[in-house]
């Protein structure tokens, strides 16, 4: 399968595997890639640009194939060392970095000068335009069902990614409620040239978590997630669990009064505790809707290879004989 998203970053199969916290190591980004995907490294989750050079030099050494990083702008009062982050990205002989959070116009220019391409995830199509006007060569179009952070506006994707295709120019991967050939077809239909997965990915061989967590993802079905920090605008999608409903709880009674302090104990410091140890009630961590469509745990190569054959098949069968 040939779109502009494959030609963009030189892959084999327009799915690409999103950053994720304590998830995307060199493991997880090499196995994907090397199955024809776009592997990404989490850029934050190594503590240091140094860390962050280790991490790449890691991965340049489980694969050839093109892999990026992610970059995460979060809203914090002390801002992590990005320029030193950029640098071991472009040290490391990196091409593709992924930009989620808040808006990238402060890095663009360092990463454009130093000819990345960059691919920047949002949750609104509002944010999708000024981030094609900075100059991103693609989005990553992540709707209200994601794991992670949707943002606000609560648009899933069969009304968002539409949208998208009416306005964008360049380039977009769907992203969100993504799992299998019905994903990656329907996304097609919908405009994207391809799409991101994130929770999916967890549940593979190669996703460098402990056991539990790839057990919580299966169990778990599309009633499973909750969306908790609604009130401080800063919403997740996590898996519920005996600290989410503490934090829902203390939602409830606070109201809009909540500071970020009433509930920082039950967020800081989680995902080693949940990733590494498997501590599933630690605390709050992404987990998206689609874990419902998730049923087994595959290699990532078996999973990317069911994909695009099954893909194969939906449009070359089911859809073709429509016609
Ligand atoms: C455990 C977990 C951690 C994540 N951490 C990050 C992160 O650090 N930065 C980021 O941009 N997105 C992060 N995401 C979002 C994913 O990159 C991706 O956009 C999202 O998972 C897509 O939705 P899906 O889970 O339905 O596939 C995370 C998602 C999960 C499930």
């Known amino acids: 399968m040939q779109t502009l998203i494959t030609e963009m970053f030189e892959i084999k199969h327009p799915i690409i595997q999103g950053g ?13 890639s090397n199955a024809g995907g776009l592997g ?30 992610n970059l995460t702008f979060l809203p914090v009062i002390e801002a992590p060392d990005y320029p030193g982050y950029i640098k071991a990205i472009i040290d490391g002989g990196v091409k593709i970095v992924e930009t989620a959070g808040n808006n990238p116009a402060k890095w663009l220019p360092m990463l454009k000068e130093n000819r990345m391409k960059v691919i920047h995830k949002c949750t609104t199509v509002r944010h999708a335009l ?52 019905r994903s990656l077809v329907a996304s097609l239909a919908m405009g994207a040239e391809g799409m991101n997965m994130g929770t999916r990915f967890i549940a593979t ?16 079905t599309e009633l499973d997630t909750r969306l908790v ?36 104990k ?7 505790r949940v990733m590494l140890e498997g501590e599933m009630d630690a605390g709050p961590w992404s987990c998206g809707m689609v874990a419902g469509l998730v049923h087994d745990i595959p290699t990532v190569q078996e999973l990317i290879d069911r994909i695009m054959s099954e893909s194969e098949e939906l ?7 429509m016609i």
């Open 229 to 264: 920090m609604r009130p401080l605008r800063n919403t997740e999608r996590v898996l519920n669990n005996k600290a989410v409903e503490r934090i829902l709880e203390k939602e409830k009674e606070l109201g809009s009064d909540i500071k970020f302090e009433d509930i920082v």
């Open 315 to 321: 449009i070359r069968t089911r859809l073709e004989k």
């Open 205 to 220: 061989k190669e996703a460098p978590v402990h056991e539990n967590v790839k057990q919580a993802i299966l169990a778990a």
């Open 130 to 181: 000024k981030a094609e006007g900075l100059g991103c060569d693609a989005l990553s179009i992540d709707g209200f069902e994601c794991g992670g952070h949707p943002g606000e506006d609560d648009i899933p994707n069969m009304i968002l990614l539409p949208r998208a295709a009416e306005e964008l120019k360049v380039p977009f991967v769907s992203s969100g409620g993504m799992a299998d050939a």
């Open 20 to 32: 994720m916290h304590y998830v995307g190591f060199a493991e997880l980004a090499a196995a994907v």
């Open 40 to 69: 990404i490294i989490t850029g934050l989750t190594q503590k240091t640009p140094k860390n962050l050079a280790k991490e790449i030099e890691r991965c340049n050494k489980m694969t050839n194939k093109p892999f990026g990083v």
């Open 266 to 272: 039950e967020v800081a410091g989680v995902y080693p």
